[in-house]
């Protein structure tokens, strides 16, 4: 289509022009529309956008899960060190998931099994993937629980005995044991509060130094794409609008909504200063507007906006953006 | 300052040696906490070593079998502590031989019950769509045949032994725990865990055993506890109506069958195996509250 980078060797996730929808007894939700993302090896991407956006459904692309059977994978490809995701078998799945891909999930309260020793879940992987015995296993677990700032001696315990950021620090050393090329980050710290998600970023960021891994990293909070991020894409109802390297989204916008979310963040130079909401609400996925989804909320809307979808224009090597405002040249008109 | 170095080092020995302690011990210590249940244990085992050990309390075929017709209908007294029946056999020595038969196919049937059904029902739950609709339209249609019924009909079609006893309420409660643990795999598989175990690339087979069964396991065990109960009481049924344990041997259900022509004027005959189905089923039913309750770590401290 219109990605004008091509396949560059080395790039452990390609998505290519994916489009996922759900579909019921009498309508269809859109869910994923012609998503392309690129992530190259080491690095980290920003997957940022409101609730029901797409996010968690791309990432779950990843490792082919979208909850079947009314998840369907309509069109697109997802390529993992050039290998199509979605044309394995089963069995090649499960050889993937947890080995290559690994995902730290939303909620470290319900993703850890309560009648399982911490342990022993860490060890599960090892056990499948490495294929050693239990013990050596629990002994890499063990390692692994240090690893994330857990005393080994723990490993025995059951997750009720922890808190919850040390549940999610138990979580990323499930998804870390193997060592996967591509970690996949959903939320990881919208459970906790705020002086845990700081210490998590901490450790992922570290972890992710260490093992050289990629990153994928889902959000809503832009604090947390500022942290950790080298590249972002912003979602807007299953459509990736903007796309950048952290400093093209954040000191160079430029699409209404990308604008719009840094417009509701507080600002602690500027205390008096109101909040800006982006007016209306997230459109009804099932029946997505005409041409731009964001038209109906977006104050720069223009009458090509309601008729044709735009498409994406480069605006600079590594920025593009999904916008009528913009010709292909680097014109600010925000 | 010794002093508090000594203080935080065997502080520390106190809480490695309370981490240590396994899970069972934890199980347990819950357990003994519901008096309930711990009385619901006792009575129970009191009844399986009574069970165990019945030929060396009443000798089996000299009181519980040998008719003794000048002894009939004799009430409760210092010989036979609770009387003896309409043909002079000894009650108390009947109740203690019944309660084996009553254990064993009670037990049995259900493990019989749960490993079928609990098969059919987790596959089912699991997988749910057209595998979970074919499973359970079946286990529906046996679900509409009371369960009584469905045993008599085995029974008679096969003749009444043990076996055939075991086997056929054992059938007659399979669609019972398909339903049961279908329902329990249907929460747990919903939950992000599931999903976690998934995306490590752990198989459907890793998945149902390790992941979700054992998160079933209340529910379960509540569901054995109470259909060994019922088991027991469906076995006394089946006697009670002459389908199930024949004439001579002594099972609480014949014996509640061949007292209730006494019942106006010696009411004891029937009383006793009667108590002894209720206690028995009283117990089983206490435990397993007990043990759903301990086994279910979210409901600890």
Known sequence: ?334 | MEDTAKKITTKKEFFKQYKKKSRLQEIWKMFLKNKLAVIGLIIFIIIVLVAITAPLIANYDNEAIKINVPNRLKSPNSEHILGTDELGRDIFARIVHGSRISLIVGLSSVAVALFIGGAFGAIAGFFGGTVDNIIMRCMDVFLCLPDVLLALAILAAFGTNLVNMTIAIGLSFTPKFSRVVRSAVMTVRGIEYVEAARAIGATNVQIITKHILINCIGPIIVQVTLYVASAILTISSLSFIGLGIQAPIPEWGNMLASGRAFMRDHAYIVMAPGLAIFITILSLNLLGDGLRDALDPRLKQ
């Open chain 1, 1 to 334: 289509m219109d990605i004008k980078k091509v396949n560059i060797e080395g790039n452990t996730l390609e998505i290519r022009n994916l489009v996922i929808e759900y579909v019921s007894d009498d309508e269809v939700v859109k869910a994923v529309n012609n998503v392309n993302i690129i992530i190259g090896s080491g690095k980290t991407l920003g997957l940022v956008g409101e609730t029901g956006a797409g996010k968690t459904t791309t990432a779950l692309s990843i490792l082919n899960l979208v909850p079947g059977p009314q998840g369907k994978i309509v069109s697109g490809e997802v390529l993992l060190e050039g290998k199509n995701v979605l044309t394995m078998s089963e069995h090649e799945l499960e050889e993937l998931r947890g080995d290559k891909v690994a995902m730290i999930f939303q909620d470290p309260m319900t993703s850890l099994n309560p009648v399982l020793t911490v342990g022993d879940q860490i060890a599960e992987g090892l056990e499948i993937h490495r294929k050693i015995s239990k013990k050596e296993a629990l002994k890499q677990a063990k390692e692994m629980l240090e690893l994330v700032g857990i005393p080994a001696d723990r490993a025995g315990e059951y997750p009720y005995q922890f808190s919850g950021g040390m549940k999610q620090r138990v979580v990323i050393a499930i998804a870390l044991a193997c060592s996967p090329d591509l970690l996949i980050a959903d939320e990881p710290t919208t459970a906790l509060d705020v002086t845990i998600q700081a210490q998590v970023l901490l450790l992922i960021n570290k972890l992710k130094k260490k093992y050289h891994m990629s990153m994928l990293m889902i959000t809503h909070d832009l604090g947390i794409v500022a942290e950790v991020c080298d590249e972002v894409s912003v979602v807007y109802a299953g459509h990736i609008i903007e796309h950048g390297t952290l400093e093209d989204i954040f000191d160079n916008l430029r699409h209404p909504y990308t604008k719009g979310l840094f417009d509701a963040l507080p600002n602690i130079e500027a205390r008096r200063s109101e909040l800006k909401p982006i007016k209306g609400l997230m459109p009804d996925p099932t029946n997505l507007p005409s041409g731009c989804p964001f038209h109906p909320r977006c104050d720069y809307v223009m009458d090509v906006c309601t008729k044709v979808l735009p498409e994406n224009k480069w605006l600079s090597d590594t920025h593009r953006v999904q916008c009528h405002l913009y010709k292909d040249t680097n014109n600010s008109m925000l």
